[in-house]
Nanobody
Framework: QVELVESGGGSVQAGESLTLSCVVS????????MAWFRQAPGKERERVAS??????TYADSVKGRFTISKNDAKNTVYLQLNNLKPEDSGTYYC?????????????????WGQGTQVAVSS
């Protein structure tokens, strides 16, 4: 059974930081596209950071503020969120793709976590 369990969300003030974790079991994250998505109320879910083949990619809105990392030995993916803004608020999801390279189609992400909430107040 595959499980992705996110944690680390919370309520913070603008400018503060959070670290999200995604503990994965049942599949190996090494060599697989792993991504963080977020969804704000009333908005579409967007990919914010990912391990894409041999590269790391970020959405323009988070470049320079968010950092994705992973520990293959712990089969865990992290997302460091710095200098948070109110527009960063939403539910953050960890997702595992079928392939090593990330696909724009969210349908290619076959496993999802339950999400962790981030609320940033001004």
């Amino acid at each position: 059974q595959v499980e992705l369990v996110e944690s680390g969300g919370g309520s913070v003030q603008a400018g503060e930081s959070l670290t999200l974790s995604c503990v994965v079991s049942g599949i190996v994250i090494n060599g697989r596209c792993m991504a963080w998505f977020r969804q704000a109320p009333g908005k579409e879910r967007e990919r914010v950071a990912s391990f894409d083949g041999g590269a790391i990619t970020y959405a323009d809105s988070v470049k320079g503020r968010f950092t994705i990392s992973k520990n293959d030995a712990k089969n865990t993916v992290y997302l460091q969120l710095n200098n948070l803004k109110p527009e960063d608020s939403g539910t953050y999801y960890c997702a595992a793709n079928m392939y090593m390279n990330c696909d724009n189609a969210q349908s290619s992400y076959v496993f999802w976590g339950q999400g962790t909430q981030v609320a940033v107040s001004s």
